[in-house]
């Protein structure tokens, strides 16, 4: 693996609400390699989309740092990120809403090419007929609507359109969650693919361990707005050290009966992000809290091969 592509600094996304400050991302650090998948994962409403979409500034930040290629890039003008879209592109989950539903295929994949570069009409042509052959979309399909295709031949088109213009990194927020398991498995082999081929940098967001398994290096947990968990995929399957951790991958169906990871079944709600719980915010949930679990907030530290916030692991 190279160096590091991307490093994500005490990040923070906050939202006004009229009941308070929304907790969405409330202070994570992460790294990415050059030519790395790591997976984000967590339950739903977690933030980990806020992350994501903040990384890119699609949701600009409240503070924290984002480093790519060694510059923060939340100091970035509109002009320079303008220019750095190019390199950052985003994969979004629902392949139907997030196309133009008055535009066809080649207007939608070639859309980026129209807004980031001064190619001809004729070179943007020849630059979509391309991209529909890598992400294995047929060239008759190229006047056709987003309603007249089904969800993985949509999801092909927004891996066209993020893809167009090279980039090195490219966030995928939960790209197969809206489709069919067998739609699924051709989406995820297609990104594998590409990832092997071009050496695209990928965090691959979505609340399926299952799936983040299969295609990433390196994974991430996070609960309401916080990592609590990080290692490479092999150890965070085999050694879980957050109770949260155990329970999601105790939530996970297995092919044989009796067959699970040590861990309680998850029980009762996320918190709050607008009134997160003091100390462990998941010790509301966890069978094994302690006192110093709600008065003392744990801090994400090295243990063995993963990084943990938790203070019954030592």
């Known amino acids: 693996m190279s160096q590091e592509l991307l490093e994500v600094r005490n990040l923070k996304k906050h939202f006004k609400t009229r009941d308070g400050i929304l907790y969405a991302v ?29 990384i890119l500034r699609l949701h600009e930040p409240t503070s924290g740092e984002v480093i790519y290629k060694g510059n923060n890039i939340l100091k970035y003008s509109k002009g320079e990120m303008k220019k750095l879209r190019k390199e950052m592109q985003i994969v979004f989950q629902d392949p139907y809403t997030s196309l133009n539903p008055r535009m066809n295929v080649q207007q939608l994949i070639e859309y980026p090419l129209k807004i980031a570069t001064d190619y001809s009409a004729v070179d943007r042509l020849d630059r979509v007929l391309e991209m529909m052959e890598v992400t294995g979309l047929e060239q008759r399909l190229i006047d056709a609507y987003p309603h007249e295709l089904d969800g993985g031949r949509r999801q092909r088109i927004g891996i066209a359109r993020a893809l167009i213009l090279n980039p090195s990194f490219i966030v995928m927020d939960e790209p197969v969650s809206a489709l069919d398991v067998s739609i699924q498995a051709q989406i995820l082999n297609l990104l594998m693919e590409l990832r092997e081929k071009n050496g695209y940098t990928y965090l691959f967001i979505s609340h399926n361990l299952s799936v983040v398994k299969h295609i990433s290096d390196r994974i991430a947990v996070m609960y309401l707005g916080k990592l609590v968990e990080a290692a490479d995929y092999k150890t965070l399957f085999a050694n879980p050290l957050h109770p949260y951790t155990k329970a999601l991958l105790a939530s996970i169906p297995r092919a044989k009966p009796g067959t699970s990871v040590q861990g309680n079944i998850l029980t009762g709600d996320v918190p709050s992000p607008v009134n997160p719980p ?26 063995g091969e993963s990084q943990v916030a938790c203070h019954l692991v030592s």
């Open 26 to 54: 409330d202070g994570i650090d992460l790294s990415i390699k050059g030519g790395e998948t790591l997976g984000l994962v967590g339950e739903s409403g977690c933030g980990k989309s806020t992350a994501g979409r903040a």
């Open 278 to 303: 003091a100390g462990c915010r998941f010790s509301g949930r966890c069978a094994y809290a302690k006192p110093v679990c709600t008065e003392e907030e744990p801090k994400l530290r090295q243990v």
